[in-house]
C-alpha cells in the first residue's frame, strides 16, 4: 500500500486552521524565521538568494510574532501523545522556546544537526542548525540510544535552506509508527514529506509558494506516494493568487 499526501498552497496557520483537532502524529517544521533576513541583508546566505551561487529566489519571512498563532494551532491539530521539531537557527531557538512552551508544550532540549562543513558567518562560522523538540503528552521515542547530534551534509544546489531527508528520517522513525500522519505547514520542497512517504508514513503539508508546492508534488509522486484526500478539502491544493501569497507571512524553509 503506498504512502498518501495531501498538499496546499496557503499560508502555515491559515492552513492549519482548516485541520481538525487532534489528526496529526507529528510535526516537523523549518519555519523561514525571522533572523534569516538579517543575515541575508549582511551577506552570511548568499545561498538563499538569487546570485552565482544560486537561481533561487527568496521567500517570505514568518515574523516572530506569529510564532504564538502557530504554536497554538500546532498544539490543537496534534494528537495527545505527540512530538513536535522546529529547525531554527540558535537566535530564534531564546524566541521560540518560551511561545511554544506558553501555548502547552513540552521543551525537552534543543537536538544540532551538524552540517559537518563550516558555512558562511562572521563569529565562529556555522557548522550546525538546531531543531528544537517539543512534546505534547507522554510520547517515547523509539530508540533512547539515538544522540542528540545529527550528522549529514548540507544539501547543495537544492531549494533554499532545503534539508537533508537524512535528518528528518531520524526524527520520523523516533517519533511516529508506520501508517502514521507527518504534517509540515512549512513544506518547501518537502524534505520532510520525501523522508516521511520512504518510512511507510502519510504526509500533509503546505506552502505560499507555488515553485514549492510543484518541486513537493514532482518529488512525492516519484518517491512513489500516491495524492489522496486525507484531511479536509478545502485544504487541497487551494491556490492563492500571487498578490494575496505575497502579502501573507509563511514560505518554503525545507
Excluded at 27 to 43: F, Q
Excluded at 47 to 72: H, M, V, Y
Excluded at 83 to 112: N, Q
Excluded at 166 to 195: E, K, N, R, T
Amino acid at each position: 500500500m503506498p504512502s498518501l499526501y495531501q498538499l496546499g498552497q496557503i499560508d502555515a496557520v491559515s492552513w492549519l486552521r482548516t485541520l481538525p483537532a487532534a489528526s496529526v502524529d507529528l510535526a516537523i517544521t523549518d519555519p523561514p524565521y525571522e533572523s534569516l533576513e538579517k543575515h541575508r541583508a549582511v551577506g552570511t546566505t548568499t545561498r538563499l538568494k538569487r546570485s552565482k551561487a544560486s537561481s533561487n529566489g527568496w521567500f517570505t519571512i514568518f515574523p516572530n510574532a506569529r510564532f504564538g498563532e502557530l504554536f497554538g494551532e500546532l498544539f490543537r491539530v496534534l494528537k495527545k501523545n505527540a512530538h513536535l521539531y522546529l529547525f531554527c537557527d540558535p537566535e530564534t531557538m531564546f524566541v521560540a522556546k518560551p511561545v511554544a512552551e506558553a501555548s502547552g508544550f513540552k521543551f525537552w532540549k534543543p537536538l544540532i544537526w551538524d552540517k559537518r562543513r563550516i558555512g558562511m558567518g562572521y563569529h565562529y562560522r556555522a557548522r550546525y542548525e538546531c531543531i528544537l523538540f517539543f512534546e505534547k503528552g507522554k510520547r517515547r521515542l523509539a530508540d533512547l540510544g539515538v544522540p542528540d547530534i545529527i550528522e549529514a551534509p548540507r544539501i547543495h544546489d537544492g531549494y533554499p535552506t532545503e534539508k537533508p531527508v537524512a535528518v528528518a528520517d531520524v526524527l520520523i522513525h523516533q517519533s511516529s509508527s508506520a501508517g502514521d500522519l507527518v504534517a509540515d505547514p512549512f513544506m518547501g520542497s518537502a524534505a520532510f514529506g520525501v523522508a516521511a512517504v520512504q518510512a511507510g508514513r502519510n504526509f500533509v503539508g503546505a506552502d505560499t509558494s507555488a515553485e514549492a508546492f510543484r518541486l513537493a508534488k514532482n518529488r512525492l509522486t516519484a518517491g512513489g506516494a500516491r495524492s489522496a484526500q486525507l484531511l479536509p478539502a478545502q485544504c487541497t491544493e487551494s491556490w492563492l493568487p500571487t498578490s494575496i501569497a505575497d502579502r501573507i507571512a509563511g514560505g518554503a524553509a525545507a
